[in-house]
């Protein structure tokens, strides 16, 4: 199975709304980073949480790490139609350069 | 977007014939990855490589090789097509100094 596992598979919300997706791994991590990828293109990095950190912000974008649950979670906070994607976490497995990445949460959001 | 580009986009082949896909960067990066993309499945890791001459096999690397003779050319080759090997193909180089991985725009082969 994979190391990185999204939850929920699929969500759709109003515009304005939060919409909060997680990750779960399995094995110990460098770091943990949320990926996005609108239809038919590649993959946009959006934010890296290392190990030694808990949370972290980058705009409407706030990321959590719990290690000792091997799990992480973004919110989007005030989503737009733009935010449409679906996203992605990948993790990397210590010292390996080696990415895993998860199954993805395809996020709507409506206008 | 970091240079990134792949070619070609498009391929339809047939079965049992050898295809190679080719991935260019521009910022010297000394990583790059080439990825499979499917419904369900994510995108998995099937070779990377990390410096010339230099690469290991991913999670899925069976039916599949790779070479690196200069750091902005990363070739992946299908030696003989198969239907199961269907699929999206994304290349990507990582920084060193942010860990950050960037993509190419994909490319879609089709083996009939």
């Known amino acids: 199975s994979q190391q990185g596992e999204e939850d929920p598979q699929a969500l759709s919300i109003q515009e304005g709304e939060n919409a909060t997706m997680n990750c779960s791994y399995k094995?110990?991590?460098?770091?943990l980073q949320w990926y996005r990828q609108n239809s038919g293109r590649g993959l946009v990095h959006l934010i890296l949480?290392?190990?030694?950190?808990r949370e972290k912000h980058s705009g409407r974008l706030r990321v959590t790490l719990d290690t000792s649950k091997k799990s992480s979670s973004l919110l989007i906070t005030a989503s737009r139609a733009a935010d449409t994607a679906s996203y992605f976490c990948?993790?990397?497995?210590?010292?390996?350069?080696?990415?895993?990445f998860g199954t993805g949460t395809r996020l709507k959001v409506l206008a | 977007d970091a240079g990134i580009t792949q070619s070609p986009r498009h391929k339809v082949t047939e079965t049992g014939t050898p295809v190679t896909l080719r991935c260019h960067q521009t910022?010297?990066?000394?990583?790059m990855y080439w990825y499979r993309q499917d419904p369900g499945h994510g995108l998995r890791l099937i070779h990377y490589?990390?410096?010339?001459?230099?690469?290991d096999k991913g999670e899925v690397s069976d039916g599949y090789s790779v070479s690196r003779s200069k750091t902005e050319d990363f070739l992946l080759t299908l030696e003989s097509a198969t239907s199961s090997q269907t699929s999206v193909y994304f290349c990507?180089?990582?920084?060193?100094?942010?860990?950050?991985?960037?993509f190419g725009p994909g490319t879609r082969l089709t083996v009939l």
């Open positions: 990948a993790t990397d497995t210590s010292g390996t350069y080696k990415y895993i």
């Open positions: 490589s990390y410096g010339v001459k230099d690469t």
């Open positions: 949480i290392r190990s030694n950190e």
């Open positions: 910022e010297n990066h000394r990583y």
């Open positions: 094995t110990s991590i460098n770091n």
């Open positions: 990507a180089t990582r920084q060193g100094s942010t860990d950050t991985q960037y």
